[in-house]
T-cell receptor
Framework: GESVGLHLPTLSVQEGDNSIINCAYSNSASDYFIWYKQESGKGPQFIIDIRSNMDKRQGQRVTVLLNKTVKHLSLQIAATQPGDSAVYFC??????????????FGGGTRVLVKP | DGGITQSPKYLFRKEGQNVTLSCEQNLNHDAMYWYRQDPGQGLRLIYYSQIVNDFQKGDIAEGYSVSREKKESFPLTVTSAQKNPTAFYLC??????????FGPGTRLTVL
């Protein structure tokens, strides 16, 4: 079936370095992708999104890249800080006509920032 | 203070009991969703509702029920038919065809 998955379950990063989290998707009909950050015991927090008509979008210290040819997206975090330690999920969003949108989540990548 | 609230934060249930988890939003969002998250895993969709008085089953609806009598509220009942209900439950809402925003979650434990 259609799925969204992540390549790396755990990523250890030195404080100050850049982090790259990868995600593969298989639903070619997906038109919208979202990255969420989830801290322990809390709900997912929206980080950044990108639509399928774009290949790059930048936010504050974060950049999302979308490669539709290989169905891959990545989240880059610049100058990683201790507060960035969390689990990061990618999700694909595809509209269901007459039934609204629906998210399919990947399994998540845990980012550990070392001081 | 706008957003999505879930209550309670922690809930304990005896086997055979039904329990209801609350989800309220004041974002004026049309759509609301319930997800289940098991340790170390992603989110799985239980039920979703695009409009008041209408809702659809998600991927793992068995053993759960919902209602959508008000735009602001989307309670989830975990019934005794749900054989493995211990999990972290997350509610979300969105404007039509838009990003989903999540509540803080309810952790349900079966004793």
């Amino acid at each position: 079936g259609e799925s969204v998955g992540l390549h790396l379950p755990t990523l250890s990063v030195q404080e100050g370095d850049n982090s790259i989290i990868n995600c593969a998707y298989s639903n070619s009909a997906s038109d919208y992708f979202i990255w969420y950050k989830q801290e322990s015991g809390k709900g997912p927090q929206f980080i950044i999104d990108i639509r399928s008509n774009m290949d790059k979008r930048q936010g504050q210290r974060v950049t999302v890249l979308l490669n539709k040819t290989v169905k891959h997206l990545s989240l880059q975090i610049a100058a990683t800080q201790p507060g960035d330690s969390a689990v990061y999920f990618c999700a694909e969003n595809w509209a269901i006509k007459a039934a609204g949108n629906k998210l399919t989540f990947g399994g998540g990548t845990r980012v550990l920032v070392k001081p | 203070d706008g957003g999505i609230t879930q209550s309670p934060k922690y809930l304990f249930r005896k086997e055979g009991q039904n329990v209801t988890l609350s989800c309220e939003q004041n974002l004026n969002h049309d759509a609301m969703y319930w997800y289940r998250q098991d340790p170390g895993q992603g989110l799985r969709l239980i039920y979703y509702s695009q409009i008041v008085n209408d809702f659809q089953k998600g991927d793992i609806a068995e053993g759960y029920s919902v209602s959508r009598e008000k735009k602001e509220s989307f309670p989830l009942t975990v019934t005794s038919a749900q054989k493995n209900p211990t999990a972290f439950y997350l509610c979300a809402s969105s404007g039509s065809f838009d990003t989903q925003y999540f509540g803080p979650g309810t952790r349900l434990t079966v004793l």
